[in-house]
Nanobody
Framework: QVQLVESGGRLVQAGGSLRLSCAAS????????MGWFRQAPGKAREAVAT????????YYADSVKGRFTISRDDAKNTMSLQMNNLEPEDTAVYYC???????????????????WGQGTQVTVSS
């Protein structure tokens, strides 16, 4: 079992930066693939950035490449998403997700993830 709690979402102006954090509890976090997803009103949930465990390979959505960076600290059971040069199109509820998995397994489809946080709202004003 993994429990996830996101924090860091708020209102920010376009061009600004935010750092989202995800605190995890449970014995399997360090052996879980992790991901950040987002869902804007009227749109499907989409993967923003995901990361394996073991070799920490990453996946980024094309829309955030070069602007967002995912990271994890297994010693602290945390995951972060550094978001730079934010755009109004980044406005959404952001969720962290975890999937206990084999080392090096990369997932970017929401239905593949087992555990979800409650979400944190990010609003980017123009």
């Amino acid at each position: 079992q993994v429990q996830l709690v996101e924090s860091g979402g708020r209102l920010v102006q376009a061009g600004g930066s935010l750092r989202l954090s995800c605190a995890a509890s449970g014995p399997t976090f360090s052996r879980s693939a992790m991901g950040w997803f987002r869902q804007a009103p009227g749109k499907a949930r989409e993967a923003v950035a995901t990361m394996t465990w073991g070799d920490t390979r990453t996946y980024y959505a094309d829309s955030v490449k070069g602007r967002f960076t995912i990271s994890r600290d297994d010693a602290k059971n945390t995951m972060s998403l550094q978001m730079n040069n934010l755009e109004p199109e980044d406005t959404a509820v952001y969720y962290c997700a975890a999937k206990p998995s084999l080392a090096g397994s990369l997932y970017y489809r929401s239905h593949e993830y087992t555990y979800w946080g409650q979400g944190t709202q990010v609003t980017v004003s123009s």
